[in-house]
């Protein structure tokens, strides 16, 4: 899919990550050009693809406009699947553990070698994007009269949204 001229995949992946530094460290050596971003999330937090194409979506614009929350293309995709403007706290739900994992990928201008790197140390699972409801709801503090009205993406989508109106 191509966002303001961004190239953007989203995958879903099933695995055991043995130390976040090194997996990090090797995807940045995958990279090969400045315009090119891997941002990998705990897919557990994540209530399907169209939430995070959302989340790019608004990340791309608040760049574009100036009124981005972090320096770094991929973090603010973080906040922003996150739906919150702290790093540390973005990090803390949805960001990478040592251990098994429900990987969301993200990649932006990313190329073929990355992709066959995740797929190498990966399983690829695109089920993990689809909404666990009891997951949703403690990440993103659901309210039970949001989840019986509106579809849980929605919700999440939503809270994105707000977070540019709330600033």
Do not use: W
Request: hydrophobic share 45%.
């Amino acid at each position: 899919m191509v966002i303001d001229d961004f190239d953007v995949r989203i995958l879903g992946f099933t695995g055991v990550v043995d130390s976040v530094d090194d997996l990090l460290s090797d995807l940045d050596g995958l990279s090969g050009n400045d315009d090119s971003v891997v941002q990998l999330l705990d897919a557990d937090g994540i209530a399907g693809k169209k939430h995070v194409l959302h989340a790019v979506n608004q990340s791309i614009l608040a760049f574009d406009r100036g009124d981005n929350f972090a320096n770094d293309l991929g973090v603010e995709v973080c906040l922003r699947c996150s739906a919150q403007r702290q790093i540390s706290k973005a990090f803390r739900l949805l960001g990478l553990k040592k251990g098994k994992m429900n990987l969301c990928a993200i990649l932006i201008n990313g190329n073929n070698k990355i992709i066959d790197y995740l797929n190498d140390k990966f399983e690829r699972n695109d089920d993990v994007l689809l909404p666990v409801s009891s997951n949703l709801i403690n990440i993103f503090d659901l309210m039970p009269e949001e989840c019986n009205s509106y579809a849980y993406e929605d919700i999440v989508i939503d809270r994105i949204s707000k977070l540019a109106v709330d600033y």
